[in-house]
């Protein structure tokens, strides 16, 4: 086998985000682009030499021609061995869940998550380490800084692999095992779940519709919900994935699942509505006339996990990023277990799943994940509903209003300002983190300031600080307001605002009315609308 070094410069831009280097595909499939970034991850993790290292993505365009890329790269490297999905698909969930079980030295997930895809859409590339989790903001900075100053590359001169055929190819040194994607994932959700009980909801005429968004968990959800649980055969829709994701925005929100939404606020809703995003580990839950908000959705399972076998012994205790409500954190109250608050983004949560400190996390953007990876999980979060469901044999908004009842309603939204000119969006920012100092014991509407600074925070098990997480502003009341910007997109800035408030007994307010104030205040505090000239927000979750 013949190894090539190639020379190559730096490529200013390639800075890991939320999750991972996420750019437009055209970027990607600039010369040396890619190969810049997977070498200097390469450089920086030296156990991968010798090592396993897991590989695939979601099928998006240029998911199979990195995937190739990649393994030449893996060969000139000295990686021992990679195991690959089958036609280079992996949900992030489940290459996870390998990376612990083989126990690789890491793994690399192509995907660009809920992004579009298509050849004008968005790529990505993340990197995780050994505990399945991302990278931590250590590694990814280590990471950007060897891209910036990269000479050259190592490729093995090898024909392109085919990716479509289960079983082992030798490339020199190098072994690649090309294995079912779904597989050793399905049987982990087989030991945490009762799957007895989901057959007979499913047996009883308990109906669901899971969208997969054209995505990769179209494989996942077919063979567990449809095979193995006993679901009827199309309860699974969009199941196959696309290069393209059919044009779509694979992002299950109220605005992206919006055939979703329809049905389960019609007249013929089904029994439990849910899909999941590009890479798989993001979950939609809505119930009859009802959408379960994430951080009710987060709450609620944390209340009732004990009902899966998984669970059955209790949880540790929870995680949830700081701008995902507090509904979450009255649970754990209850439960005498311990709430933590960490920055937006799974990586922050690995410490904490490590050191048997949290058994449940989640984030507001739709993520909810425990201990069995080190990734939120898309399915998983289905899978855990059905559990709960089958168990208590209540429907979906019977289980939520008795939650409220009992705990009190955190109502919660998110706004997000797509696509906003970068300079603008900064200064936005850059202006309200000035103005913070001033603000507590100030009257802003009906509201008195009680606290404001720019969130940081450091790690309890290992001491690493992160700072600049997002700008938080709460009041004498209990409500807050939470500004950041966005760490994933491609385009320009897009800038969130985080809204929640708390009542403890009028559970049934309309959610954008009840927070109608609270809209007012961030306007009159951040002048969103007046600085870029924007008259609502994009998205509104
Ligand atoms: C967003 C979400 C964050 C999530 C991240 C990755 O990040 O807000 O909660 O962890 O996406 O999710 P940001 O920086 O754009 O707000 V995924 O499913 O896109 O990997
Ligand atoms: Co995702």
Same mark, same amino acid.
């Given at each position: 086998?013949?190894?090539?070094?190639?020379?190559?410069?730096?490529?200013?831009?390639?800075?890991?985000?939320?999750?991972?280097?996420?750019?437009?595909?055209?970027?990607?499939?600039?010369?040396?682009?890619? %190969?810049?970034?997977?070498?200097?991850?390469?450089?920086?993790?030296?156990?991968?030499?010798?090592?396993?290292?897991?590989? /695939?993505?979601?099928?998006?365009?240029?998911?199979?021609?990195?995937?190739?890329?990649?393994?030449?790269?893996?060969?000139?490297?000295?990686?021992?061995?990679?195991?690959?999905?089958?036609?280079?698909?992996?949900?992030?969930?489940?290459?996870?869940?390998?990376?612990?079980?083989?126990?690789?030295?890491?793994?690399?997930?192509?995907?660009? #998550?809920?992004?579009?895809?298509?050849?004008?859409?968005?790529?990505?590339?993340?990197?995780?380490?050994?505990?399945?989790?991302?990278?931590?903001?250590?590694?990814?900075?280590?990471?950007?800084?060897?891209?910036?100053?990269?000479?050259?590359?190592?490729?093995?001169?090898? =024909?392109?692999?085919?990716?479509?055929?289960?079983?082992?190819?030798?490339?020199?040194?190098?072994?690649? %095992?090309?294995?079912?994607?779904?597989?050793?994932?399905?049987?982990?959700?087989?030991?945490?779940?009762?799957?007895?009980?989901?057959?007979?909801?499913?047996?009883?005429?308990?109906?669901?519709?899971?969208?997969?968004? #054209?995505?990769?968990?179209?494989?996942?959800?077919?063979?567990?919900? %449809?095979?193995?649980?006993?679901?009827?055969?199309?309860?699974?829709?969009?199941?196959?994935?696309?290069?393209?994701?059919?044009?779509?925005?694979?992002?299950?929100?109220?605005?992206?699942?919006?055939?979703?939404?329809?049905?389960?606020?019609?007249?013929?809703?089904?029994?439990?509505?849910?899909?999941?995003?590009?890479?798989?580990?993001?979950?939609?839950?809505?119930?009859?006339?009802?959408?379960?908000? =994430?951080?009710?959705?987060?709450?609620?399972?944390?209340?009732?996990?004990?009902?899966?076998?998984?669970?059955?012994?209790?949880?540790?205790?929870?995680?949830?990023?700081? =701008?995902?409500?507090?509904?979450?954190?009255?649970?754990?109250?209850?439960?005498?277990?311990?709430?933590?608050?960490?920055?937006?983004?799974?990586?922050?949560?690995?410490?904490?799943?490590?050191?048997?400190?949290?058994?449940?996390?989640? %984030?507001?953007?739709?993520?909810?994940? #425990?201990?069995?990876?080190?990734?939120?999980?898309?399915?998983?979060?289905?899978?855990?509903?059905?559990?709960?469901?089958?168990?208590?044999?209540?429907?979906?908004?019977?289980?939520?209003?008795?939650?409220?009842?009992?705990?009190?309603?955190?109502?919660?939204?998110?706004?997000?300002?797509?696509?906003?000119?970068?300079?603008?969006?900064?200064?936005?920012?850059?202006?309200?983190?000035?103005?913070?100092?001033?603000?507590?014991?100030?009257?802003?509407?009906?509201?008195?300031?009680?606290?404001?600074?720019?969130?940081?925070?450091?790690?309890?098990?290992? /001491?690493?600080?992160?700072?600049?997480?997002?700008?938080?502003?709460?009041? @004498?009341?209990?409500?807050?307001?939470?500004?950041?910007?966005?760490?994933?997109?491609?385009?320009?800035?897009?800038?969130?605002?985080?809204?929640?408030?708390?009542?403890?007994?009028?559970?049934?307010?309309?959610?954008?009315?009840?927070?109608?104030?609270?809209?007012?205040?961030?306007?009159?505090?951040?002048?969103?609308?007046?600085?870029?000239? @924007?008259?609502?927000?994009?998205?509104?979750?």
């Amino acid at each position: 086998m013949q190894v090539t070094t190639i020379p190559t410069r730096p490529i200013p831009g390639q800075k890991p985000g939320t999750s991972g280097l996420r750019k437009k595909v055209r970027v990607f499939q600039e010369p040396h682009f890619l %190969e810049n970034f997977v070498q200097a991850i390469f450089d920086c993790a030296p156990e991968l030499a010798g090592g396993t290292l897991v590989l /695939g993505g979601d099928g998006r365009w240029f998911n199979e021609r990195a995937i190739q890329t990649i393994l030449k790269m893996a060969a000139g490297n000295g990686v021992g061995r990679v195991v690959v999905g089958r036609n280079g698909l992996l949900s992030t969930p489940a290459a996870s869940n390998l990376i612990r079980e083989l126990k690789a030295a890491g793994g690399i997930i192509l995907s660009a #998550s809920h992004n579009p895809g298509g050849p004008e859409g968005d790529f990505g590339v993340k990197f995780n380490i050994a505990n399945g989790g991302p990278a931590p903001e250590k590694v990814t900075e280590a990471i950007h800084a060897r891209t910036q100053g990269i000479t050259e590359y190592r490729r093995a001169e090898v =024909p392109d692999l085919d990716l479509a055929t289960l079983g082992e190819t030798r490339l020199g040194e190098l072994t690649v %095992e090309v294995v079912d994607p779904v597989e050793a994932y399905a049987r982990l959700m087989q030991r945490l779940f009762d799957f007895d009980a989901i057959r007979d909801l499913f047996r009883s005429g308990f109906r669901m519709r899971f969208d997969a968004m #054209s995505a990769v968990t179209g494989p996942y959800a077919k063979r567990i919900l %449809e095979d193995m649980l006993g679901a009827p055969e199309g309860t699974v829709v969009n199941a196959t994935p696309l290069p393209d994701f059919g044009g779509h925005h694979p992002d299950p929100n109220l605005v992206h699942c919006a055939a979703l939404v329809a049905l389960m606020n019609g007249p013929d809703a089904p029994d439990l509505g849910a899909a999941s995003d590009g890479d798989g580990d993001r979950n939609l839950i809505h119930g009859p006339g009802l959408f379960v908000a =994430p951080s009710d959705s987060l709450a609620l399972l944390a209340a009732n996990a004990h009902l899966a076998p998984g669970y059955a012994g209790g949880l540790k205790g929870v995680a949830r990023s700081m =701008p995902t409500s507090a509904a979450v954190d009255r649970v754990a109250a209850k439960l005498g277990i311990p709430c933590f608050e960490t920055p937006t983004g799974w990586k922050f949560f690995g410490n904490l799943l490590d050191a048997g400190m949290a058994t449940l996390c989640g %984030e507001e953007s739709a993520g909810t994940g #425990s201990d069995h990876v080190r990734e939120k999980d898309g399915l998983w979060a289905v899978l855990l509903w059905l559990n709960v469901l089958a168990k208590r044999r209540q429907s979906v908004p019977e289980i939520v209003r008795r939650h409220w009842a009992e705990f009190g309603r955190n109502y919660y939204s998110r706004h997000d300002y797509e696509a906003l000119d970068a300079g603008i969006a900064q200064a936005l920012v850059r202006d309200l983190r000035a103005k913070l100092p001033a603000l507590p014991g100030r009257r802003l509407g009906e509201e008195t300031v009680t606290l404001a600074d720019d969130f940081a925070y450091r790690d309890p098990v290992d /001491g690493s600080f992160s700072e600049h997480q997002g700008i938080r502003i709460g009041f @004498r009341s209990g409500a807050r307001v939470v500004f950041r910007l966005s760490g994933t997109g491609t385009e320009g800035a897009t800038l969130r605002v985080y809204l929640e408030r708390y009542e403890p007994v009028r559970i049934d307010e309309d959610t954008q009315a009840f927070l109608a104030p609270l809209v007012a205040l961030a306007e009159e505090v951040a002048e969103i609308k007046k600085r870029t000239g @924007r008259t609502g927000p994009d998205v509104i979750t």
